[in-house]
């Protein structure tokens, strides 16, 4: 996670903190994702990309991480 840093914390307008975001927020971003990455060739480096190659055990282990971290 390092673009929303280490704990999800964030890091500026572009990379906005998901510490302490519901873990469905994230589950269903995520997946929001993926389908864009479906639909066409996702940027180098961009969530997209990143969510794309994530299985559905990372996608949660993830969301529940990120929704036990103090929001920002």
């Given at each position: ?26 589950v ?29 055990a ?8 990120l ?6």
């Amino acid at each position: 996670m390092s673009c929303h840093a280490e704990n999800g914390t964030g890091n500026g307008q572009r990379f906005p903190s998901i510490a302490g975001e519901p873990a469905v927020f994230v589950v269903n971003r995520l997946h929001e994702f993926q389908a864009r990455a479906k639909a066409g060739t996702p940027k180098p480096a961009s969530m997209t990309e990143v969510a794309s190659k994530l299985t559905e055990a990372q996608i949660r282990a993830a969301a529940a991480f990120l929704s036990v971290k103090p929001a920002s």
